[in-house]
Structure formats: structure tokens, C-alpha cells
Nanobody, 125 residues
Framework: QVQLVESGGGSVQAGGSLRLSCAVS????????MGWFRQAPRKEREGVAV?????TTILADSVKGRFTISKDNANLYLQMNSLKPEDTAMYYC?????????????????????WGQGTQVTISS
């Protein structure tokens, strides 16, 4: 059974940094696509960053130059720097059952089969 458990969220001021972690268990497809998504109140869940084999990484335009995605054997990470109030959201870890290159849009939530419960990130101005 695949389990994804996020941690590392919190409240920081604009310009600050946070590092999110996602503990992964039961998921053996290390070369498949994994990613971070976020959902703000009354908004759709959106892709933030994904990572595949090589490792290939894809970042949403809104976070390029500020966020970095990485992984090791048992965890997925999201380093978030220069945080802005508009980054405030619930952040979710997700895993797919195919490589990132299989999907027309790897940043689309429809590509992912497994989800964590989320960790809240709040950025104050």
C-alpha cells in the first residue's frame, strides 16, 4: 500500500524559506513521476514541481527560480525560497504510475494516482 506523508509546512514571513518533505512507503517505482501540488482556498489544485528519472524536473512558471524539487530513496522534498503571500496553500505530495515523459502535462493533477494528506504553508506579508 502506497503511503505519502508530508511534513515541514508552517507559517513564515514573505521572503522566508521552508523545506517540505514527503515520506514515501510502499511505492517502488523510483523512476516514475512524483510531484508537489498546492491548493489555495476556493482555487483548483495546481502543479508546483515534478521530478522523474535522470532526474528530470519541471517547475511551474510561478515558482521557477524560487523552488527546487529533489528526492532520495525514501523521500520527496520541496525547497521553497523567497516565499510570497500568494504561495499560501495546502501542499500535497503525489506519485504517478508512469514516467513523467508519458504525460502530455506532468503538472496536471490527473496524472497522479497517489496523494498525501497535505501540509499547510502560510506566508504573511
Amino acid at each position: 500500500q502506497v503511503q505519502l506523508v508530508e511534513s515541514g509546512g508552517g507559517s513564515v514571513q514573505a521572503g522566508g524559506s521552508l523545506r517540505l518533505s514527503c515520506a514515501v512507503s510502499g511505492y517502488t517505482y523510483s523512476s516514475y513521476c512524483m510531484g508537489w501540488f498546492r491548493q489555495a482556498p476556493r482555487k483548483e489544485r495546481e502543479g508546483v514541481a515534478v521530478i522523474g528519472s535522470d532526474p528530470t524536473t519541471i517547475l511551474a512558471d510561478s515558482v521557477k527560480g524560487r523552488f527546487t524539487i529533489s528526492k532520495d530513496n525514501a523521500n520527496l522534498y520541496l525547497q521553497m525560497n523567497s516565499l510570497k503571500p500568494e504561495d499560501t496553500a495546502m501542499y500535497y505530495c503525489a506519485a504517478a504510475r508512469a514516467r513523467c515523459g508519458y504525460f502530455l502535462s506532468p503538472l496536471s493533477k490527473s496524472a497522479y494516482n497517489y496523494w498525501g494528506q497535505g501540509t499547510q504553508v502560510t506566508i504573511s506579508s
